[in-house]
């Protein structure tokens, strides 16, 4: 079945400083994958999406390329803040419409 | 636009009690989805149903778990009887059969259900 593999965490960082989270993942196909922000007593929301090899997705900041060849989404941000403090789940959609999470990696951002 | 709303938000049971969460979806989405998220763990699909019919329960334990979603569309996930590894946020979540977003699925805040 599908499966996605997180960077275990807890992450803590700085303000300012580099922010990669790997998530790699194995399909059926050529799934759409996602990765969502979970803030503390929230649901999950969408940060951002791609759906075909070598898309790149951003948003507030953060992106990830779909890289097929390493079936790999990577999230990066240049420069994170307080407010970026959260889960942060990586996910497939296949075919057939189903989704498979990763188990979610904290990010902690200190000042 | 409204989000997709839950209640209760917060639930505390004694094991072998029933309980029962609600989820009105965001109007005209047509696909609903209840997941179980374990402390630690990422969401797991329970039940998805498109309109009021069930696409996939494959993962959902039968014996204990039911849910339904009448009209196409509120949605009821009811546990009975529930055991000490329900513990869990139930999440649902809707998303349209078309358009730019069929992709995305928006979710709701969450029951946390603690079985004591």
């Known amino acids: 079945g599908d499966s996605v593999t997180q960077m275990e965490g807890p992450v803590t960082l700085s303000e300012e400083a580099f922010l990669t989270i790997n998530c790699t993942y194995t399909a059926t196909g050529y799934p759409s994958l996602f990765w969502y922000v979970q803030y503390p007593g929230e649901g999950l929301q969408l940060l951002l999406k791609a759906t075909k090899a070598d898309d790149k997705g951003s948003n507030k900041g953060f992106e990830a390329t779909y890289r097929k060849e390493t079936t790999s989404f990577h999230l990066e941000k240049g420069s994170v803040q307080v407010s970026d403090s959260a889960v942060y789940f990586c996910?497939?959609?296949?075919?057939?419409?189903?989704?498979?999470f990763g188990d979610g990696t904290t990010l902690t951002v200190k000042p | 636009e409204a989000g997709v709303a839950q209640s209760p938000r917060y639930k505390i049971i004694e094991k072998r009690q029933s309980v029962a969460f609600w989820c009105n979806p965001i109007s005209g989405h047509a696909t609903l989805y209840w997941y179980q998220q374990i402390l630690g763990q990422g969401p797991k699909l329970l039940i998805q149903f498109q309109n009021n019919g069930v696409v996939d329960d494959s993962q959902l334990p039968k014996d204990r778990f039911s849910a339904e979603r009448l009209k196409g569309v509120d949605s009821t996930l009811k546990i009975q009887p529930a055991k000490l590894e329900d513990s869990a946020v139930y999440l649902c979540?809707?998303?349209?059969?078309?358009?730019?977003?069929?992709?995305?699925?928006?979710f709701g805040p969450g029951t946390r259900l603690t079985v004591l």
């Open positions: 996910a497939l959609r296949n075919y057939a419409g189903k989704s498979t």
């Open positions: 979540a809707s998303s349209p059969a078309q358009g730019a977003d069929y992709n995305e699925q928006f």
